[in-house]
């Protein structure tokens, strides 16, 4: 199996960056999508971006599109969420996920491996 550790969570203001990674061990990700997830408190659990295997194929919510950017580096185990412009709102624990669902799945349900989070705070 595959063990996810999330990196790159902190507090930023209003309008900046972040840039998180996902580093995987015990299994190359070249087998698995990656997805990014994240959850609010008292919310439930809702997909952010996925990508396939290979890269060619991604999902985003429609809530992120244009400002998240999901990518993978299967040579070093890592997967990246960019999240730039962000808002209060995006303030959640973020999780990645490996599926051994082809293509870009979308559902958490779908997600096998999971990381343990990363806190993001978006201040106003």
């Known amino acids: 199996q595959v063990q996810l550790v999330e990196s790159g969570g902190g507090l930023v203001q209003a309008g900046g960056s972040l840039r998180l990674s996902c580093a995987a061990s015990g299994r190359t990700i070249s087998n698995y999508a990656m997805g990014w997830f994240r959850q609010a408190p008292g919310k439930e659990r809702e997909s952010l971006a996925t990508i396939s295997r290979g890269g060619a194929r991604t999902y985003y919510t429609d809530s992120v599109k244009d400002r998240f950017t999901i990518s993978r580096d299967n040579g070093k185990n890592t997967v990246y969420l960019q999240m730039n412009s962000l808002k209060p709102e995006d303030t959640a624990v973020y999780y990645c996920?490996?599926?051994?669902?082809?293509?870009?799945?979308?559902?958490?349900?779908?997600?096998?491996?999971w990381g343990q989070g990363t806190q993001v705070t978006v201040s106003s």
């Open positions: 996920a490996a599926s051994t669902t082809w293509g870009a799945p979308s559902g958490p349900n779908e997600y096998t491996y």
